[in-house]
């Protein structure tokens, strides 16, 4: 029986490309995302495939989706909590309180929303248990200049997987966080022509093909759900993170 995971964004970046992954790799594979085109571009009509238009701030089409997916699919062994947003840089003086809800609201807010939906299906499915992987980032670890919202956002993310990873253990659910540094997705082009810098400089910093980052869902995924990763930070490797500032 092939196994089922939930990707949020999944309609484009490290969503749609861990999506391929899990397709190819014969995953059934529910892909969440606020715009149905660009999810049925992810699904290119595969038959593993169910599309599944949601906004993930929203917790009654949050809980629909998930109980469609359940219905479809039987059970839900995996949810790749990847949804996010960003804002542009600025010092926190100059930043929109609106734009700081925002991206608190699908950062925090949907990731919450999801993760509590798939671990209510995980702990009453049969036999019980499953994995749920957050999408954190660098910025869960140390801040680039301007990114108040962002930086908080991930922060907290990071408090959930230690607390879901704590609380998952009674009922068989494994939880852990993927951080990524400069996968060159369509948000992370403006690393290829310079970002602010912790010295004020703007440089030119490397950048990773996102499907390392697809294969390492995937590696995170196939692993017996008495083995956890709890934390893995996957970068191009001469990204200022070490040493950053």
């Known amino acids: 029986m092939s196994q089922t995971i939930l990707i949020t964004g999944a309609g484009s970046g490290i ?37 599944l238009p949601c906004d993930v701030t929203v917790p009654a089409e949050v809980d629909a989706t998930f109980n469609l997916a359940l219905t479809t699919f039987g059970r839900v062994d ?16 100059e930043i929109n309180v609106d734009d700081f809800l925002a991206v608190l609201n699908v950062n ?7 993760a509590r ?7 009453n499915q049969d036999p019980m248990g499953g994995r749920i992987i957050n999408n954190g980032s660098i910025s869960a670890h140390v801040p680039r200049p301007g990114s108040v919202p962002y930086t908080m956002s991930k922060h907290a993310v990071t408090g959930l997987t230690k607390t879901l990873g704590l609380d998952g253990r009674a ?8 951080d990524i540094g400069n996968a060159l997705t369509q948000m992370a082009a403006r690393f290829q022509t310079g970002v602010p810098q912790a010295d004020g400089q703007i440089k030119i910093e490397p950048v990773m093909d996102v499907e390392h980052v697809a294969t390492a ?10 083995i956890n990763v709890p934390f893995m ?12 500032g």
């Open 15 to 51: 969503g749609r490309a861990t999506a391929w992954s899990f397709l190819r790799a014969g995953w059934n594979v529910g892909l969440i995302g606020r715009r149905k085109d660009a999810l049925e571009e992810t699904a290119a009509d595969a038959p593993n495939a169910l599309i």
């Open 78 to 93: 995996v949810l790749f909590n990847n949804a996010g947003m960003s804002t542009k840089a600025a010092p926190i003086d």
């Open 108 to 114: 925090v807010t949907g990731m919450f929303l999801a």
């Open 117 to 123: 939906a798939a671990f209510r299906i995980m702990r």
């Open 171 to 178: 009922f068989n659910i494994a939880c852990g966080q993927i």
């Open 217 to 226: 869902v995937l590696q995170m995924a196939n692993l017996p759900l008495d």
């Open 233 to 244: 930070t996957l970068m191009a490797r001469d990204m200022p993170y070490i040493g950053r």
